[in-house]
């Protein structure tokens, strides 16, 4: 039987500081050094590292790009200026979501999508099937790292680094350096619900860059931090996880998240689906909900209401920031909209629950 599990150009430096090692997809990776809430913490008192290389990286360059990117994609990237990016879904002809993707503009002949790295083979057998003569596609997953300097001191951090070139980037721009002969591109953009920097760089200069980051923001309290921490600190957030919110069976518009579908823009290939979704409705949404008292909701817990299961739990944790149970999970859209009483059923056990707005926590501040 062949191996296809994949290691990052991190995963000696991983060992090395005693994390705990998960298979994620096809990846060996991080889920935690220390303590998932610990890391959780630092994140949003100070600042974590993350390897995130197991994401993938699309470029699509060439005369049609712009058009062709705009054909696949839900939002639209006309407006966007050289080196700016935004958050997208791909949607397929019947609107269901093949994944949610970063698209970054370098010019109107070259962009980068970042993808998720569990569909990154599947997004470019479907990027592949409405290729144009004009546009060039090539698949970067394997010769670039990625890097995420997340939390509140995370621009003084890369300020030592990097310097004001990169430190006066605002949200989703982004720039191309060098630094000690390493040739990277630096983003403001992050999953944590903080302000944060994501850093692509050659494979090769990956535990060179990882090693300048700590060494640089060690005094400042920049601690690395897995994909446990990674995830908790995205759900208080309140953003979408591909897989679990948000897959080929559900639509933008049911996900909440209609406002990345932009329907004044020229055809796309989801249009016509989602425009009828839009004018007649939908049957189902995704809430947000948090425990009123103690429980803590998991993945595939029953959502109940009136003793009935109207739904599953498609993510669910305890949040550090809260102190409390909080989740995502699908119900009628009738009992979303009129914010009915539900409860979570954990080990047969209904534990009452509230549907709330997201995000839960912003910059690590509580939401009300």
Same mark, same amino acid.
């Given at each position: ?73 839900? @939002? /639209?990237? =006309? ?5 700016? #990016?935004?958050?997208? %879904?791909?949607?397929? !002809?019947?609107? &269901? ?40 596609? @090539? /698949?970067? =997953? ?5 890097? #995420?300097?997340?939390? %509140?001191?995370?621009? !003084?951090?890369? &300020? ?43 494979? =090769? ?164």
């Amino acid at each position: 039987m062949v191996n296809n599990i994949k290691k990052t150009p991190l995963y000696d430096a991983h060992i090395e500081l005693g994390a705990k090692i998960v298979d994620y997809y096809s990846f060996k990776m991080p889920l935690q050094y220390d303590s998932i809430i610990s890391e959780h913490k630092n994140v949003r008192s100070s600042a974590g590292l993350f390897d995130i290389s197991h994401m993938g990286e699309i470029l699509v360059d060439g005369k049609g790009a712009t058009e062709f990117v705009q054909k696949i994609i839900t @939002n /639209d990237i =006309s407006k966007l200026s050289d080196y700016q #990016a935004l958050y997208t %879904p791909i949607c397929d !002809e019947e609107g &269901g979501t093949i994944d949610d993707v970063i698209v970054y503009k370098y010019n109107s002949e070259r962009y980068m999508l970042v993808v998720n790295c569990g569909t990154t083979k599947r997004d470019l057998k479907w990027i592949n099937k409405y290729k144009t003569d004009d546009t060039n596609i @090539n /698949d970067l =997953s394997n010769k670039l790292s990625l890097l #995420a300097v997340q939390g %509140p001191k995370s621009e !003084e951090i890369i &300020g030592l680094v990097f310097g004001e070139k990169c430190t006066s980037l605002s949200r989703f721009q982004f720039i191309d350096v060098t630094e000690n002969d390493m040739k990277m591109t630096v983003s403001r953009t992050g999953y944590t619900g903080e302000d944060g920097f994501e850093i692509f760089v050659g494979n =090769s200069q990956c535990v060179e860059l990882w090693n300048l980051l700590l060494e640089k923001g060690k005094d400042i309290g920049l601690e690395p931090a897995g994909l446990g921490a990674r995830d908790t600190l995205r759900l208080e957030a309140g953003y979408l996880l591909f897989g679990n919110e948000i897959d080929d069976f559900t639509t933008p518009i049911e996900a909440g998240i209609g406002w990345t579908v932009k329907f004044d823009k020229k055809d796309f290939l989801s249009k016509d689906t989602l425009l009828r979704q839009n004018k007649n409705g939908i049957n189902r949404k995704l809430i947000a909900f948090k425990m009123r008292d103690k429980g803590i909701p998991r993945t595939d817990s029953e959502i109940v209401h009136n003793n009935n299961v109207i739904g599953k739990v498609t993510s669910g944790t305890f949040s550090p920031t809260l102190e409390i149970g909080i989740g995502f999970g699908y119900v009628l859209n009738r009992i979303a909209e009129e914010k009915s009483e539900i409860s979570i059923r954990i080990r047969d056990k209904d534990f009452p629950a509230e549907i709330v707005s997201t995000p839960f926590v912003t910059q690590g501040e509580k939401c009300d």
